[in-house]
Structures are given as C-alpha cells and as structure tokens.
C-alpha cells in the first residue's frame, strides 16, 4: 500500500466487531491524536453529530444509517408498531443534530422508509435489513467517491495547482473523499498536483484535516488562511478550485462551509474554473434553489475562544457564526458527480443526468 491508499483506507466509521456500537474517528482530535470513540446511545450518536465528531456531508449521512442500526438492536423484542414508533423517533432526534448537510436526512428517510416497508416481517429480521442497509449507504459511498474522483482527476494535469476549502476527504466521506479524491487518486496513478487547502475558519477543517490528509498521503500540500486564497490566485498558482458541497439545490446553487462563496467569488475574478464535487445523495431536488436551504447558526465561542489560551474577543460583543454559505450556481464552471459532470444550464442538466 503506498501512502495515498494508506490514508483513503483509515476506516473513519465502522461497526465494532460484535455490531453493538458504531465505532469513528474522534475528528475534533486530528491532528493531534488519532482517536477512536465507540457509541451506542442516542443522546451520544446526537452529539458526535452536533460536535463534528463525525462530520462531511456524506459521512454524516454513512453515521446515521449505523446509528439507527445500533440503536434498533437494543429494542427488536418490541412489536412492530412500538419499534416503528422507536425508530421513527430515533431518526427525526438525529434529524435535528444539523440542519444543513441533506445527506443526514436522506439517510434517515431511507432507513424509515424499510422499515416502513418491511411490516410483515419478524422485527429481529427487519433490524437485520437495517444493518445490510447502512452497510449498503456506506459502500454506495465509496463507489460514488470512486467515480467522483475518476472525473475530476480528468480535469486535471500534471503539476496543476489546485484550491480546496474545508474537508472533502476520505474523513468527510468513506475512502476516497470527493473533493479530494482526484489528487489522492492522481498521487497513486503517478499524477502529482499542488494543493492550496484554506485552513478553513472557524473550526480549521482545512488545516486540521485536509492538510492532515494531502501530507500524509504524500500530496504537495500547501496550508494558507482563508484570507491569503486572493493572493496565491493572483500569483498564478492555482488552476482549479475544487471543493465540496452539504446540499444542492435543483437549480445548482449549492450550501457548502463558509466561506465556499468568497471562494467562488475571487475564482470568478480570476477567471479560474470553480468546481463542486459530490454524490447524488447530496443533491437535494425538493430544494429549488439555495434560498430554501436552512443555515446552521453555531456557537459564538468556536470563534471567540476556541482556539486560544486566552478569549480573542470581549464576552459581551456580539458574534455572527453561520457554519456554511451558498453560492450562487452562476459562479459555478461545473459540478462534478458520479454520473458525470454536470455544466451549465444546470437545472435542466442535473434534470437530465439523474432521470428527474
Ligand atoms: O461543518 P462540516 O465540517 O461538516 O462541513 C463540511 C463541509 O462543508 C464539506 O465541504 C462538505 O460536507 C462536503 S464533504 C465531502
């Protein structure tokens, strides 16, 4: 195994061995420490959504299948109408842990859905169906990353820069990642690119883990403050941005993390292709556009104090931190998915390549 397949290998999120607990890396550890958490509680698999323990769009998504596996196990004797009304309560609890990244719900609508369907069965035999489904949603996300990263890679040359924000890696998804995908694909096959990751504030996604990633995987990574990506654009470093999404709206304006608009703003400026990167189960054609999309709004402390040995701010001043942004679907070159690469006219096309 070389360095790049090491790193997309880690298993982030797994069942323990005996099926009883979902077991992840502890994300709000890295770089530091590589920590494994197991959980099976509710109240446990909520927060480690809310605290970004377990974060990304799809892995979120990956998480909850398993959760509410763990969870069901624990009730299966019930009958089926008590341990509908169980399940059903466990995913909508998860449901509100964060409202952004669409990838939870759909997840959780999908497991509701069996068991829905599945009423005639033993509910032991209906737990079991919730297993092989979560393992499914995990291995449906591996594939697509595969594919996702197959596109993008096509895109890009040997010795291209590239700019990334936040984390779209194989921690954020499965194995390969979406945004990240491409260069950790390119380093096996021999293709080598440079990489700007934006360390990604307040919560230093891009210099925690995406940095963590690209260095161990053997990428030419270079960690800049989300306030420098102007300055290596207009250097000339930077070919392609590339980055990840939480919720595509039907019209192709896309939620990502803050700061992803600012992004597509100063790549538009520069004439630089703006490229999101994402699997099917982020696409979210009930959304019409990116004003529909419900902005999670996270504590004033992650900016004030976080970080630091002492408070950067005054208690009392008043603090704005929405964890993600929209960008316009006009600022976009294209979106890439494990169908293809969508261009514009968006609506029409993402229409055409998912049969909608
Ligand atoms: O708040 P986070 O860290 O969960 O935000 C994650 C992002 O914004 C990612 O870019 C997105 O989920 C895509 S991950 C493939």
């Known amino acids: 195994m070389n360095n790049a397949t090491e ?56 998480f909850a299948g398993y959760a509410l596996y763990v969870l069901s196990r624990k009730y299966q004797y019930l009958p089926y109408d008590s341990f509908k009304e169980r399940f059903d309560h466990d995913a909508e609890y998860l449901n509100t842990s964060r409202p952004t990244a669409v ?16 009423k005639d069965l033993p509910v032991p035999a209906i737990v079991e169906k919730v297993c092989q489904e979560a393992k499914k949603i995990h291995q449906e996300d591996i594939d697509m990353c595969l594919k996702i990263s197959e596109y993008g890679l096509s895109l890009l040359k040997e010795g291209e820069g590239v700019l990334t924000h936040c984390n779209a890696g194989p921690l954020a998804t499965s194995r390969y990642g979406t945004a990240i995908g491409p260069m950790l694909l390119g380093k096996e096959r021999g293709i080598n690119v440079r990489v700007y990751s934006d ?46 999404c939480d919720r595509i709206a039907a019209n192709g ?15 538009k400026y520069y004439g630089i292709p703006f490229y999101s990167l994402g699997p099917s189960s982020t696409i979210d054609f009930n959304c019409p556009t990116g004003k529909e999309i419900e902005i999670e709004l996270r504590d ?8 630091y040995a002492e408070p950067m701010a005054l208690p009392d ?13 006009e600022l976009l070159t294209g979106i890439i998915t494990e169908k293809g690469i969508v261009y514009p006219p968006f609506e029409e096309n993402l229409k055409k390549l998912f049969n909608k």
């Open 103 to 118: 990838n939870l719900f759909w997840a959780t609508d999908r497991m509701k859905k069996l068991v829905a369907a599945s």
């Open 317 to 329: 001043v008043k603090c704005y931190n929405p964890a993600f942004d929209v960008t316009d679907h």
């Open 7 to 62: 790193v997309m290998h880690a298993k982030n999120i797994s069942l323990s061995e005996d099926l009883s607990k979902v077991v992840i890396i502890d994300q709000t550890q890295l770089p530091n420490r590589l920590v494994y958490v197991e959980v099976d509680e509710l109240e446990d698999c909520w927060k480690a959504i809310h605290t970004l323990q377990v974060r990304g769009a799809p892995a979120i998504g990956i």
């Open 253 to 267: 304006d896309f939620a990502n993390k803050i700061g992803t608009s600012g992004v597509a703003i100063l790549a």
């Open 199 to 244: 360390e990604t504030r307040p919560l230093l996604q891009g210099a925690r883990l995406t940095s963590y990633e690209l260095q161990k995987a053997g990428v030419d990574v270079t960690l800049i403050c989300d306030n420098m990506a102007s300055i290596v654009m207009k250097n000339g470093w930077v070919d392609k941005v590339f980055l990840g």
């Open 300 to 307: 004033p402390d992650e900016i004030k104090n976080k970080w």
